[in-house]
Nanobody, 121 residues
């Protein structure tokens, strides 16, 4: 079993910054891609940023040049540094990881429980 635990959400004003963390634990042999998604009330969950095991990242257009995703492979942890936050960034943020639990097994997708980010105008 694999658990993803997020932290770092909260309330901030427009223009502020927050840093999200997501630590994976449990039965982990390797982790392929890791990413952050968000879901605002009444909207579908959308990809915010993703990073592969080699460190290559991609971002949603709406967060480019404001958000930075990074990972610490030794700690099985992915981060999302969010700067210049806007009210439209308000959402529940979820981390995702593609985890292989045994060397011969497939990568399975796991999700965190979500952390709330609220940006006031």
């Amino acid at each position: 079993q694999v658990q993803l635990v997020e932290s770092g959400g909260g309330l901030t004003q427009a223009g502020g910054s927050l840093r999200l963390s997501c630590a994976a634990s449990g039965s982990i042999f390797s982790i392929n891609g890791m990413g952050w998604y968000r879901q605002a009330p009444g909207k579908q969950r959308e990809l915010v940023a993703a990073i592969n095991s080699g460190g290559r990242a991609n971002y949603a257009d709406s967060v480019k040049d404001r958000f930075t995703i990074s990972r610490d492979n030794a700690k099985n942890t992915v981060y999302l540094q969010m700067n210049s936050l806007k009210p439209e960034d308000t959402a529940d943020y979820y981390c995702n990881a593609e985890v292989r639990s045994v060397w011969y097994g497939p990568h399975n997708a796991y999700w965190g429980q979500g952390t709330q980010v609220t940006v006031s105008s």
